[in-house]
């Protein structure tokens, strides 16, 4: 593929069926809030003829990718505007749009990402919880990286780091039944140290 075009194969659109057990499945309607269950995994069927690809907005970031892998990519993705013609469920995304990938079990972030662990807020006085645990808008935890953007400095996050970063980013994907806020590294405002200091 030209550009940072990766093609890839989906199961089906929506993923709108629920295994509830004993044989019995729960099928939703998609209709209220599609977002919610288009289709966000993949396999990937074609990949840039290129290491480092060219982002729509000039900067360059790596192609990781080999035909075979799983990967993870924004929701507008299953769009019958990036469908093949003459094809059913092949669609076509920049590489820019893919957060992670499944090689051999493992999971890598891809193109710039880090995949959050979202924190837990616990209400609680002494030792009685007010409420359930939410989780934060603005706070989490460092679970995979990617590599940085070309001539970009590495961020000097390691996983498990806690970080905050502005709540307009907590967009949440169930990522191999996982939820993570899914973020560029460049978005990431800071990293909270044990004493409670900020950098």
């Known amino acids: 593929m030209i550009g940072q ?3 890839v194969r989906v199961d089906k659109k929506y993923q709108d069926e629920v295994d509830i057990g004993n044989g019995k499945t729960l099928f939703i309607d998609v209709s209220y809030t599609p977002e919610h269950y288009v289709t966000i995994k993949g396999e990937v069927v074609a990949i840039p003829n290129s290491k480092w690809c060219k982002k729509t ?5 790596k192609n990781d990718l080999y035909v075979g892998d799983t990967v993870y990519f924004n929701y507008l993705t ?5 469908l093949i013609e003459g094809e059913e469920d092949l669609y076509t995304l920049d590489l820019e749009m893919i957060f992670c990938f499944v090689r051999g079990g493992r ?3 891809t193109s710039n990402y880090a995949l959050i662990e979202p924190k837990e ?4 006085k002494g030792s009685i919880y007010l409420s359930a645990p939410k989780l934060s ?3 989490g935890f460092v679970k995979y990286l990617s590599t940085p953007k070309k001539n970009f400095e590495k961020t000097g996050l390691l996983p498990g780091d806690e970080v905050w970063f502005h709540e307009m980013y907590a967009f949440e994907n169930e990522i191999e039944e996982k939820k993570y806020y899914v973020m560029e590294q460049t978005v990431i405002e800071g990293k909270i140290f044990e004493d ?3 950098i």
């Open 57 to 61: 907005d000039g900067s360059f970031i």
């Open 137 to 139: 808008k603005n706070l």
């Open 121 to 124: 807020n616990i209400e609680k």
């Open 196 to 198: 409670g200091g900020t």
């Open 107 to 109: 999971l890598t972030a």
């Open 78 to 82: 299953v769009d019958p505007t990036n």
């Open 5 to 7: 075009t990766v093609v």
